[in-house]
Nanobody
Framework: QPQLVESGGGLVQPGGSLRLSCATS????????VGWFRQVPGKEREGIAC????????VYGESVKGRFTFSRDNAKNTLFLQMNSLKPEDTGTYYC???????????????????????WGQGTQVTVSS
């Protein structure tokens, strides 16, 4: 059973940076599309960054392009989301998720709004405020 555990959230001032981590276990990342998502109360879950381990393609949400960077440590089976130039509107709960490559594309991954497909972590809270 795939497991994903996020960490690294916290309180940061506008313009600051945070790096989120997602430790994965129980599955081979090479056969999955993975992604970071943001949830704000009252709004749909938003795909932030999605990566296909099958072909190396990556997609970023429009609101974070140029500020957030996805990366992966293959040896540690860990995903990262480096978040720079943070804005108050980046506040939310951040989740990582993994869906088998046969079930989605990297573009489709970032359009997911529910957790019925794939495996999801429990989330980590990011608050951007002065």
């Amino acid at each position: 059973q795939p497991q994903l555990v996020e960490s690294g959230g916290g309180l940061v001032q506008p313009g600051g940076s945070l790096r989120l981590s997602c430790a994965t276990s129980g599955f081979n990342l090479d056969y999955y599309v993975v992604g970071w998502f943001r949830q704000v109360p009252g709004k749909e879950r938003e795909g932030i960054a999605c990566f296909s381990n099958f072909d190396g393609s990556i997609v970023y949400g429009e609101s974070v392009k140029g500020r957030f960077t996805f990366s992966r440590d293959n040896a540690k089976n860990t995903l990262f989301l480096q978040m720079n130039s943070l804005k108050p509107e980046d506040t939310g709960t951040y989740y990582c998720a993994a869906v088998e490559s046969v079930q989605t594309t990297v573009q489709g991954m970032c359009l997911l709004t529910s957790t019925t497909l794939g495996s999801w972590g429990q989330g980590t809270q990011v608050t951007v405020s002065s």
